[in-house]
T-cell receptor, first 111, second 118 residues
Framework: GNSVTQMEGPVTLSEEAFLTINCTYT??????LFWYVQYPGEGLQLLLK?????DKGSNKGFEATYRKETTSFHLEKGSVQVSDSAVYFC??????????FGQGTELSVKP | GAVVSQHPSWVICKSGTSVKIECRSL??????MFWYRQFPKQSLMLMAT?????????EQGVEKDKFLINHASLTLSTLTVTSAHPEDSSFYIC??????????????FGPGTRLTVL
């Protein structure tokens, strides 16, 4: 069945460091891929998405490229800020519009 | 655009009582709404999928008689936790999406409801 695997957290970085959060997936066909972010005490917010192979989603300095050959959708940001501290979820779109989430990766950015 | 609200944002209730959580899409009509449960520091677990005017589809292992879902309109879905017990304490999150050309588009999430059962 479809599944998503994320790198385990927590990830702790200093401000302005480079961020990579790995995400790989298993799926039949070519599902849409998403990154959601959850700030403390809040619900999920869509960060970016890609709907087909080689698409690059980007938002707020974050980027992720849909790589069919490696079944990956790694999240990157060149220079993180303290305000980026949150939990990041990778997800893939499944049948009936359902989302299958990875386990989430907690990011903590220190000043 | 694409704002989803939930009410209440938090609720504390006694064991054995029922609690209703509302999920509303404020600026769009949601073809489909989803209900999730999230335990501390864990991922979201899909509980059920609901479409306006039809019965909800529950995921395996979710008790439909305990978690009653009503999708009365294209902008409102409710989740009622019946005869709540402490193990039902959790963060409940809804999401709403719009079908475009027969395919469900991006889900937009509500802020969540923190339920504590004493």
């Amino acid at each position: 069945g479809n599944s998503v695997t994320q790198m385990e957290g927590p990830v702790t970085l200093s401000e302005e460091a480079f961020l990579t959060i790995n995400c790989t997936y298993t799926a039949t066909g070519y599902p849409s891929l998403f990154w959601y972010v959850q700030y403390p005490g809040e619900g999920l917010q869509l960060l970016l998405k890609a709907t087909k192979a080689d698409d690059k989603g980007s938002n707020k300095g974050f980027e992720a490229t849909y790589r069919k050959e490696t079944t990956s959708f790694h999240l990157e940001k060149g220079s993180v800020q303290v305000s980026d501290s949150a939990v990041y979820f990778c997800a893939l779109g499944s049948q009936g519009g359902k989302l299958i989430f990875g386990q989430g990766t907690e990011l903590s950015v220190k000043p | 655009g694409a704002v989803v609200s939930q009410h209440p944002s938090w609720v504390i209730c006694k064991s054995g009582t029922s609690v209703k959580i509302e999920c509303r899409s404020l600026d769009f009509q949601a073809t489909t709404m989803f209900w999730y449960r999230q335990f501390p520091k864990q991922s979201l677990m899909l509980m059920a999928t609901s479409n306006e005017g039809s019965k909800a589809t529950y995921e395996q292992g979710v008790e439909k008689d305990k978690f009653l879902i009503n999708h009365a309109s294209l902008t409102l879905s409710t989740l009622t936790v019946t005869s709540a017990h402490p193990e039902d304490s959790s963060f409940y999150i809804c999401s709403a999406s719009v079908d475009i050309l027969g395919a469900t588009d991006t889900q937009y999430f509500g802020p969540g409801t923190r339920l504590t059962v004493l």
